[in-house]
């Protein structure tokens, strides 16, 4: 959750040593911030830190925050942003067929339960056309039967009309080259259907129901070029029992799905997820 | 989950006594009907069934199985129905202000994930009316401030004309009457915004951020004359920190409300659920 | 949970068709038995049923449940067995160093938590003797340090000596050989520290770590010749966040693994565990 | 959890003002404290901090911590502690007839699950003493059937001769005294068989059926002098079904309080809780 008295976010990550707090937060008060919430973690000898709080004095824009923290930054090698918490995240999403988790997004995006302004919704198929444009959000129809590098193409295209700080996989279920991820140079995350590592590839329920397994889950992750195995963002799992068909699997599967996704994305518009070393920092 | 090959589903229940499942098994045996799933209950001296299967013989009607069972019904001495799984219950929903609930049942009516007839969206404000129009279901605005007879006259005028099944209140904040309910004679689902029998009445938020909670929950239940004393049907909860303010639990509380509240549906629209003795019998 | 007042569990399968339902209640309610619950799957052709309730006639022991019903079940195909509910299974639990899960065991054998009668621990290690004996739990030392075939004999000598019903896998970390499986002849239940599919075999929890996984797991499963293939039983998971280290993954999935464990010898002491081609239906 | 490699934790609250985390952690970066997890919170104009690290220079003992800190906490009006993690806590632990509480704690000490030291178990009944003597734990015997004044006498005596950090209430079912808390002058942490504030007082589960709700919990509080109403540190809950008799729901709720309660022991232990209030600030 994010303090509603938060007027910046500060999020940083740097090789770790002794007096980064001390060196950071004293930065902070220099500048009569008020801190709200502190989480700071090292591991594996590197340093993660998000701080929210409010200004004392007069406000300052994100730029001149940004600006005044260079030397620090510098000093310390540290990669870091600033953000205002009220900003909304400007969002493409790419679909299939599947309408679940879709509706999810654009639900939140509605009901201001997400802090996203969804730019644009793109879609091989044309089952999800008719929802989509009644919500007057702008539907962009990319069929996938041309080759890979001519339709996603016309995807970046659209990526760049609409200039989004994040795209949504929301069971897109073509698999993205290396050259668009490379091109589209945003995070992109993913809603898997199965609890990762569990599962990769094709028809996860179908594996599971096999497996006979009691609990089926999903995993919103950040997309990189190997398939499913990039940095896990989010994870739940729910309980199933023997009178689960694959069918039955998919529909509470399918539920999960988008609580996981809807979660992830919160996290990730609270600016509480740093990405290192194919694993996620995520701050509560 | 209902079984994908299932053509019929059985509820029933009546006085316990011994060989009530082989009078009521024998005669679906004898209607070449196949038991793929059966579910048996007794406690209190009273006996809870239900059956789901398929048909080897010809197809019969919903009103023939009705008719043929009545002699064993009466003989006894049990309350029953029999429900066709295809079947779309039809529904007209009750809201106010707040738009996640009603977006979650709207979403999952749209993706075919509830089996719902959504006939009718019934708000005493104006605030969700564009989102619900644009769905094209139809919107009705009954305001609330004028006494409570005349303007509930309105809402079971629109029960009447769209003949539901079943009312959903779906975060609808004003209490119904006795005459209502006894006018309405339909089943009244409500949402409550927190794990009852814990912070009845207003602000449950409020009364659990000032208590300390660490989970904060929603609960399902039938809507009788008594406010928040109705059967249960389905709750859950979700850990909250320190951190969180009552805007967070707020936020947080109504991913859990809608979750709940869709759960209760599905099973309600899966013919899963008897009421008795204020309680319900909830079967897997 | 077992009702209070069974005095009989019935459990059986055999291939599916119409009628089967009536037959076997029909036979129990010529024996003037009163069912309290009753629960029947029916999936790929195979019916599964349980039942469990109280004799309004004469107390019938065990031995002439099993043969009145023996013609029937030649008569259905039948694999069925009757079980007193208050019978308390015969235990020999295998350990190895960890204490948490052979602790677990102990602890809920001596509350009364669960019906068994633990019968003797053995153990590959001396660590835990001093506790374990200090409890009046007879405890066998089996080194594993010579070759399979010689300790496994000295294993089996002492399953032929304790007559089990069951034999608990309580973090034992030897894989038990084919023909141990074959001369055991009675269920093996392992407590396996993942969620499986997910990270089999060796040191799981660093595979989680390094995978970066949002939840760990634990699964309790029948030991079959498949290492780690066996049908599954219970599962359950935890949540975990960046900052637990491998260490901290084991100690909070130590908890995990003895609530699954305690969870499956449950169902499996309240008879509600049926196998099936790799699968289990798991009453509730 | 706390860091593998973590020397030192602080604990330290006081009113909140810009500029307190640099004053802090300066102070540390001045001792060449090298800091590996730093949680802080603010709220209701109030600053919480949890610090834990190691030395980078010479070790200084927890006194020479306190001492050296002593100017700041002045200073800033600061209630504040240093722990050495790897110190085992004194514990006293308090019972009356139930095993399966005590048995958890028992069981996490022999373990090394838990960092406690067990100096001793009271109890009101003889029903535990065999157990719990057995596992060479001192067992006192402290009959309530006198006046409350001359047995919490007798509890307060073996409580000045333990020495105890903590007091922990296994399911301990007599309420303690204000004098008796006064006198105790240590934290004393209950575990209540209910999702408080559910079901307060007698026979939480007997209210639990009647209400019929579809979850039961439990809660781990500090007691203060009102009754279940001393700030709540954990609680979770299970999921029951219609089928649960209060005697199931009874089995089944006694493994969420044993859990519950033992996961509030290791927050204590790890130096995790600050009271403040009438609610507790509980960092990850």
Redesign the interface.
């Known amino acids: 959750?994010t303090?509603?008295s938060s007027e910046i976010i500060f999020l940083g990550h740097c090789p770790?040593?002794?007096?980064?707090?001390?060196?950071i937060?004293?930065f902070?008060?220099g500048e009569?911030?008020?801190?709200?919430?502190?989480?700071?973690?090292?591991?594996r000898g590197r340093f993660?830190i998000r701080i929210e709080g409010s200004e004392?004095g007069a406000r300052q824009s994100i730029q001149t925050w940004i600006e005044k923290f260079f030397p620090i930054a510098c000093e310390l090698d540290m990669e870091y942003s600033f953000h205002d918490p009220l900003e909304r995240l400007r969002v493409v999403m790419f679909c299939s067929k599947t309408?679940?988790c879709p509706?999810?997004i654009i639900?939140?995006w509605?009901?201001?339960?997400l802090r996203i302004d969804l730019r644009a919704v793109v879609s091989n198929h044309l089952d999800i056309e008719p929802?989509v444009k009644?919500?007057?959000v702008p539907f962009h129809h990319v069929p996938t039967l041309t080759e890979k590098e001519s339709y996603e193409r016309k995807q970046l295209q659209i990526i760049e009309e609409n200039r989004p700080d994040l795209v949504v996989l929301a069971r897109y279920m073509k698999i993205l080259s290396g050259s668009f991820l490379v091109a589209a140079r945003i995070p992109i995350i993913n809603i898997h259907h199965s609890?990762?590592?569990?599962?990769i590839g094709n028809d996860p329920y179908e594996q599971a129901y096999?497996?006979?397994?009691?609990?089926i889950?999903a995993t919103a992750h950040f997309v990189t070029r190997d398939l499913d195995e990039g940095?896990?963002?989010?994870?739940?799992?729910v309980r199933i029992?023997?009178?689960?068909?694959v069918?039955?699997m998919k529909?509470?599967g399918?539920?999960i799905e988008k609580?996981v996704l809807?979660s992830a994305l919160r996290k990730f518009t609270e600016r509480k997820i740093i990405q290192w070393q194919?694993?996620?920092?995520?701050f509560?």
């Open positions: 959750m303090n509603d770790d040593r002794v007096g980064l707090d001390a060196r937060t004293g902070f008060a009569l911030f008020n801190i709200l919430d502190l989480s700071q973690h090292s591991e993660f004392e309408l679940s509706l999810e639900s939140r509605l009901s201001g339960d929802v009644k919500l007057a609890f990762l590592p569990s599962f096999r497996r006979g397994v009691k609990l889950g940095p896990i963002i989010h994870q739940d799992v029992g023997h009178q689960f068909s069918g039955d529909q509470v399918a539920d609580q809807a194919g694993r996620t920092v995520v509560h």
